[in-house]
């Protein structure tokens, strides 16, 4: 499936209908929508509704504009049907990322329900020896299912390395990087470029995440990283100070979230997963600044601007900028780096 990005919605508050048509589609394109033209069957998208506050009043906003939203065949346009919303408020589910044999599973699904494309071709050869082709029921048998468990390991030990190795310094003499390698910035997450399609920082990006936008710092910027100042990986172990300067370039809001480096995931049941900007109850210093504690413990004092990591697992963060302003661009704004603190 590729997983590139078709188009940003919604950007400065535009609304719109996509018509989203199969690679095969040939007829005439109704008047009054935006075409996309996927070159799969299978594709999937993201929608964040982005709150002025934390209030009830503007939770209830946010969630009527969601309500708003509606999918539905062409063929029923003239009536369309009331979409179904399932509420995920305080349900726990796993949507971790399985790294063992169950991947060609879903691989050999996958190939199946899609087209070939031109660039699909050297893969599927070289997936013919382990008994995954375009038409045929995959059934390995139990030799087969241990190294394919082994190799899903191992790829999933390289795909961490190179999370860490790959990516540019936003800043030269900091720890933050932009989260992806630098052909993806380049191509707008299209991997392709005249000479070749880079198949291994594709890879190693969407290990990380899974949502890469059409247009980096049009409506959002991130910034992420793996070690402290120091130069130390960051760990669960360990208690950490970020200090945010006043004036984030961010219009609509910003926010530190914190992740799991071997899933890419949540920690499991952490209580309070990202400091904002649009809580409350975050505690500011007298010049608008921001200290964020990250750790097993929460400082005295200080809970609302605690993220909680357990001992043990090495983490990573993502600093988001929503309505990202000039001064992260020209980086007249800097983002200091993460600083271990005693506890």
Not at 157 to 182: H, M, V
Not at 198 to 207: E, K
Not at 232 to 244: A, D, F, I, M, P
Not at 306 to 318: L, M
């Given at each position: 499936?590729?997983?590139?990005?078709?188009?940003?919605?919604?950007?400065?508050?535009?609304?719109?209908?996509?018509?989203?048509?199969?690679?095969?589609?040939?007829?005439?394109?109704?008047?009054?929508?935006?075409?996309?033209?996927?070159?799969?069957?299978?594709?999937?998208?993201?929608?964040?509704?982005?709150?002025?506050?934390?209030?009830?009043?503007?939770?209830?906003?946010?969630?009527?504009?969601?309500q708003q939203i509606r999918i539905y065949p062409?063929?029923?346009?003239?009536?369309?049907?009331?979409?179904?919303?399932?509420?995920?408020?305080?349900?726990?589910?796993?949507?971790?990322?399985?790294?063992?044999?169950?991947?060609?599973?879903?691989?050999?699904?996958?190939?199946?329900?899609?087209?070939?494309?031109?660039?699909?071709?050297?893969?599927?050869?070289?997936?013919?020896?382990?008994?995954?082709?375009?038409?045929?029921?995959?059934?390995?048998?139990?030799?087969?299912?241990?190294?394919?468990?082994?190799?899903?390991?191992?790829?999933?030990?390289?795909?961490?390395?190179?999370?860490?190795?790959?990516?540019?310094?936003?800043?030269?003499?900091?720890?933050?990087?932009?989260?992806?390698?630098?052909?993806?910035?380049?191509?707008?997450?299209?991997?392709?470029?005249?000479?070749?399609?880079?198949?291994?920082?594709?890879?190693?990006?969407?290990a990380s995440f899974f949502g890469p936008v059409?247009?980096?710092?049009?409506?959002?910027?991130?910034?992420?990283?793996?070690?402290?100042?120091?130069?130390?990986?960051?760990?669960?172990?360990?208690?950490?100070?970020?200090?945010?300067?006043?004036?984030?370039?961010?219009?609509?809001?910003?926010?530190?979230?914190?992740?799991?480096?071997?899933?890419?995931?949540?920690?499991?049941?952490?209580?309070h997963l990202t400091v904002d900007s649009l809580?409350?109850?975050?505690?500011?210093?007298?010049?608008?600044?921001?200290?964020?504690?990250?750790?097993?413990?929460?400082?005295?004092?200080?809970?609302?601007?605690?993220?909680?990591?357990?001992?043990?697992?090495?983490?990573?963060?993502?600093?988001?900028?929503?309505?990202?302003?000039?001064?992260?661009?020209?980086?007249?704004?800097?983002?200091?780096?993460?600083?271990?603190?005693?506890?």
């Amino acid at each position: 499936m590729w997983q590139v990005p078709l188009t940003d919605v919604g950007v400065g508050g535009k609304g719109g209908k996509y018509l989203i048509l199969p690679p095969d589609y040939k007829d005439e394109v109704p008047a009054g929508y935006i075409p996309l033209r996927p070159k799969t069957y299978n594709i999937y998208m993201l929608i964040r509704s982005i709150l002025a506050s934390r209030s009830e009043e503007d939770v209830r906003a946010g969630d009527a504009l969601v309500q708003q939203i509606r999918i539905y065949p062409l063929s029923q346009a003239s009536n369309p049907p009331k979409p179904r919303f399932v509420d995920m408020t305080d349900k726990l589910y796993n949507a971790v990322v399985p790294y063992d044999d169950s991947f060609y599973d879903s691989l050999a699904r996958v190939i199946n329900e899609e087209p070939v494309q031109s660039r699909d071709l050297e893969m599927l050869g070289m997936l013919l020896p382990l008994g995954i082709e375009k038409g045929k029921e995959f059934k390995p048998d139990p030799a087969t299912r241990t190294q394919l468990k082994a190799a899903a390991a191992e790829a999933h030990a390289w795909l961490i390395e190179g999370i860490i190795s790959t990516c540019e310094r936003y800043w030269p003499d900091g720890k933050w990087n932009i989260p992806a390698p630098p052909i993806a910035i380049k191509t707008e997450f299209l991997w392709e470029v005249p000479n070749y399609f880079d198949v291994d920082a594709r890879g190693i990006t969407l290990a990380s995440f899974f949502g890469p936008v059409a247009k980096l710092g049009a409506g959002s910027f991130y910034l992420n990283t793996y070690f402290d100042k120091s130069g130390g990986q960051l760990s669960g172990e360990n208690t950490y100070r970020l200090h945010v300067p006043a004036n984030v370039p961010a219009s609509e809001f910003w926010a530190l979230t914190v992740y799991d480096l071997q899933t890419a995931a949540f920690f499991l049941n952490s209580t309070h997963l990202t400091v904002d900007s649009l809580d409350k109850d975050l505690q500011k210093n007298a010049d608008g600044s921001v200290d964020i504690y990250v750790g097993p413990k929460a400082p005295t004092g200080k809970e609302s601007n605690w993220i909680y990591t357990p001992p043990g697992k090495n983490w990573y963060p993502w600093f988001r900028f929503y309505g990202p302003e000039k001064a992260i661009f020209d980086k007249t704004w800097k983002l200091p780096d993460f600083e271990m603190v005693k506890q």
